[in-house]
């Protein structure tokens, strides 16, 4: 059984399918929208799958260990965890303000955070945690600085969960997306975003979801503490 958090649009819709495809019963996490969240679980079970949609903001502690409760209660216990909510502020760091600061760590370190180690706490032995970053931890990009700097944050979380988590044979890695046909890339910078990838263009959520479901399944058992680019070759 997964937990998707922030599944309902985006790359967690997609990863929220490939898992079903594979044969996993997703709890389907969101906050905003509503809507969204039902029409992913709708297409769950209409390719005859289970998924459940569990509203939670994952910024707040008692929200995360409420997920998991009605996660549980729903689905049974959780054997895989992707912990994909983040929001992004558009600015120069020399324009960002405290407030800007506060809402991007919240959910994208804080809730992180309380997701992973929620999932440490509950996961069966040989279960399989994902966090998603980003390739722009890497590059030189600026108008990003505060999302950039959570999504570093979360890949240190990822290889010291790694370690603390091994002895139980269950697996923790990251997946890091390049520039994605998502709504959070903006029009005018397909072109640019395009232009940086070996492969000429940006990708699609479910390629992106195809990496996560590989390192949610037993093909990936040996792989931990890693941070796999699914990013058409940006760098």
């Given at each position: 059984m997964a937990l998707v958090t922030g599944g309902s649009r985006g790359i967690g819709?997609?990863?929220?399918?490939?898992?079903?495809?594979?044969?996993?019963?997703?709890?389907?996490?969101?906050v905003h929208d509503g809507q969204a969240a039902a029409?992913?679980?709708?297409?769950?079970?209409?390719?005859?799958?289970?998924?459940?949609?569990?509203?939670?903001?994952?910024?707040?502690?008692?929200?995360?260990?409420?997920l998991f409760d009605e996660t549980e209660e729903a689905l049974g216990p959780v054997d895989i965890v992707v912990a994909n909510a983040a929001v992004v502020v558009t600015k120069p760091l020399t324009a960002s303000t405290e407030a800007d600061f506060d809402r991007v760590f919240r959910t994208n370190v804080k809730g992180v955070f309380f997701t992973l180690r929620e999932a440490g706490r509950r996961l069966r032995d040989g279960g399989r945690i994902v966090a998603v970053s980003t390739v722009g931890t890497r590059l030189y990009l600026p108008n990003?600085?505060?999302?950039?700097?959570?999504?570093g944050a979360v890949e240190q979380f990822v290889r010291s969960l790694s370690r603390e988590l091994g002895p139980r044979g269950i697996t923790v890695n990251a997946v890091s997306p390049?520039?994605?046909?998502?709504?959070?890339?903006?029009?005018?910078?397909?072109?640019?975003?395009?232009?940086?990838?070996?492969?000429?263009?940006?990708?699609t959520p479910e390629e992106v979801a195809a990496a996560v479901a590989?390192?949610?399944?037993?093909?990936?058992?040996?792989?931990?503490?890693?941070?796999?680019s699914a990013c058409g070759g940006v760098g």
């Open positions: 819709r997609a990863v929220v399918r490939a898992l079903a495809d594979s044969g996993a019963s997703v709890a389907v996490n969101w029409g992913v679980v709708g297409e769950v079970a209409a390719g005859g799958g289970r998924a459940v949609a569990v509203r939670a903001d994952v910024g707040y502690e008692a929200d995360v260990h409420r990003t600085p505060l999302y950039l700097g959570s999504k390049g520039f994605t046909e998502t709504a959070l890339l903006p029009d005018g910078d397909r072109d640019w975003a395009s232009g940086l990838a070996s492969l000429g263009r940006v990708g590989w390192l949610a399944g037993p093909s990936a058992s040996w792989v931990t503490g890693q941070n796999i």
